[in-house]
């Protein structure tokens, strides 16, 4: 993989998730230390950065109330309102201070669901740089991580998704998604592999 085409995804690395106290640090701190994913995604951003991977940053964030998401939800998105998670201007909704951006990083701001591409200019920004190669790292592994992957192969990317570099809620369902579902539509490799792979 050349560095120069190769963009780096990183999916809600938000103190709601990372940092204990947020609001869903409990739930996915399990999988964050059998996976080792926090200490993995820091030497994996510092080194694809040294390489000249373009690194892009997606949080989630919603307005207070939460008016982007229908009243009467379900699913994954009634567990982000039940807890009050990410909402924008809030500690919990705010990039970890170890990812805080660097130059030449990029912020894709807009995402209100699952998939990074639906409701965001991932994709124009990726096409415009020329990028060829995705690899993507995250929150959660079965939700966000493997709906952006998902969306990446259908739109033609070459995807690779990143299994020691994202989390969920059990590792049973950890497990399913890096095992059965990732080779279905990415290359699923750990991260010194795929640094390993780049020119």
């Known amino acids: 993989m050349d560095p120069k085409t190769t963009a780096l995804v990183l999916i809600e690395y938000q103190n709601d ?40 940053l997606v949080p989630i964030a919603f307005s207070a109330g939460y008016p982007e998401i229908a009243e009467q939800t379900y699913g994954i998105l009634a567990g982000v309102k039940a807890s009050g998670a990410f909402q924008a201007g809030t500690w919990g909704a705010e990039i970890i201070e ?77 497990r399913v998604a890096t095992e059965k579902d990732f080779a279905m539509f990415s290359r699923p490799m750990t991260h010194e592999a795929f640094l390993a792979e780049l020119a």
């Open 98 to 174: 170890d990812l805080t951006p660097q130059t030449g990083d990029i912020v894709v701001e807009g995402k209100r669901g699952l998939d990074c591409f639906a409701s965001t200019n991932l994709d124009f920004i990726l096409r415009q740089r020329g990028i060829t190669d995705v690899a993507i790292a995250g929150f959660l592994t079965n939700c966000c991580v493997e709906s952006t992957m998902r969306s990446a192969y259908e739109r033609a990317f070459r995807v690779v998704t990143l299994t020691d570099c994202c989390a969920t809620l059990s590792e049973e369902e950890q």
């Open 17 to 56: 998730f990372v940092s204990p106290g947020g609001a869903q640090h409990e739930a996915v701190k399990g999988v964050m230390e059998s996976t080792n994913m926090l200490a993995n995604s820091l030497a994996l951003v510092e080194a694809a950065r040294a390489k000249g991977v373009t690194v892009m």
